[in-house]
């Protein structure tokens, strides 16, 4: 199979890149990515020498960057990129826009144009919004709250309307927070980490009671493994795992990890629109025979010895000096 990931850079395409390569070794995969402050070919440096994998630098919003590759003949397009902090899409909530929809209907177009046989739009939970109890069912409606949630509603959108139109074969999965190796330390868990081993504050929002249902990163990868295989077109994959903790529960667990004091926590000013709780319901994608493999206690161990053994990764990234040297190599922005 030829696979054409899109934001294969980034934190979860790059785990999914060597995730795949490993359990399918004879797939090719051709990773285009932007390399956005977010892409980072390190975090591919294992695979980059696989003759089964190549890297294209370019934009899903090109046209002729997206053609380019799927004329050469791609079975299938898993999408990845994206713009996807949420403090961001509040300061620059344009680039999502551009990206996160734009994108994903550039993509669309090749696949109808090129008769890509399937075409996975990588979601997440929070186009449902927040949820006081219970959780959410594939068929529940949409009720984004922030400009990052609202893109990637519009993308969901835009997919179901392309096989309603055009019976573009596509599958969208909506994934809970992820957690692992190689996240950008913007996000809390490896933000919370680094600045722990730095002895830095832990900035939590409001009053750390918002809840996420936290995924390692590795069941994502075989969760999408599992849906290219098994999954049905035109149909929408929840996947969690299971895993509600509050924000004060996880910096609780990160500050344990590293042996650090809880004096390093600093309630700061809420996030705007900031949503409660996350939960959904991954029944659907659990009768495809996927179970997660990591609890929480597993997973964050494996991801703090992650940080800990690859201090260069993050420090480069926080001392600003990786977006340098890759501004001189490649010319990103
Ligand atoms: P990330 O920010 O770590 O990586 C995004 C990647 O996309 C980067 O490599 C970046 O360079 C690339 N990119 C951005 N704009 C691009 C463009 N215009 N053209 C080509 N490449 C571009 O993101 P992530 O956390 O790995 O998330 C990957 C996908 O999974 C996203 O679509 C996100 O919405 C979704 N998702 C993430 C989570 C999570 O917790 N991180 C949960 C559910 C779903
Ligand atoms: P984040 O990792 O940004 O993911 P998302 O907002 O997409 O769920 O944030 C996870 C939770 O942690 C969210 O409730 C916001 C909170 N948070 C903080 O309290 N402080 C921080 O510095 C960050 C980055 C997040």
């Known amino acids: 199979m030829k696979i054409l990931v899109t934001g294969g850079a980034g934190f979860i395409g790059s785990n999914f890149i060597r995730y795949m390569l490993k359990q399918h070794p004879d797939y090719k995969i051709i990773n285009l990515d932007k390399l956005t402050y977010a892409g980072n070919l390190e975090n591919l440096k294992e695979v980059e020498d696989n003759p089964n994998y190549s890297f ?38 344009q680039a999502f826009i551009k990206t996160d929809i734009f994108g994903a209907q550039t993509l669309l177009e090749a696949v109808n144009k090129y008769k890509i046989k399937k075409y996975i739009q990588v979601s997440t939970d929070e186009v449902y919004g927040s949820i006081n109890d219970g959780s959410f069912k594939e068929t529940d409606f949409l009720d984004p709250s922030s400009p990052y949630s609202a893109s990637k509603a519009g993308a969901d959108l835009l997919v179901l309307a392309y096989k309603r139109t055009f019976d573009t074969p596509v599958i969208i999965t909506r994934c809970s927070n992820n957690y692992g190796p190689s996240q950008y330390p913007e996000k809390l868990i490896p933000l919370f980490t680094t600045n722990a081993m730095e002895d830095k504050e832990l900035p939590i929002y409001g009053k750390g009671e918002n809840v996420r249902d936290w995924i390692y990163v590795e069941d994502h990868c075989s969760a999408i493994d599992s849906i290219l295989h098994k999954g049905e077109i035109g149909e929408i994959y929840n996947v969690g795992a299971d895993q509600e ?79 340098k040297y890759y501004k001189k190599q490649y010319g990103r922005r």
């Open 56 to 93: 294209v630098k370019g934009d899903i919003c090109n046209d002729k960057a997206v053609e380019g590759i799927c004329e050469k003949g791609i079975d299938a397009i898993i999408n990845f990129a994206a713009e996807t902090h949420v403090d961001r899409s509040i300061t620059d909530p």
């Open 245 to 323: 903790k509050t924000n004060l529960e996880v910096t609780e667990a990160i500050l344990k990890a590293v042996d650090k004091p809880k004096s390093l926590i600093k309630f700061v000013k809420d996030r705007p629109g900031h949503d409660l709780r996350y939960a959904i319901d991954s029944s659907k994608l659990q009768k495809l025979g996927w179970k997660p493999k990591y609890d929480f206690e597993k997973g964050m161990e494996l991801t703090v010895e992650w940080y800990q053994k690859n201090e260069d990764w993050w420090r480069k990234i926080k001392s600003g000096e990786y977006l």
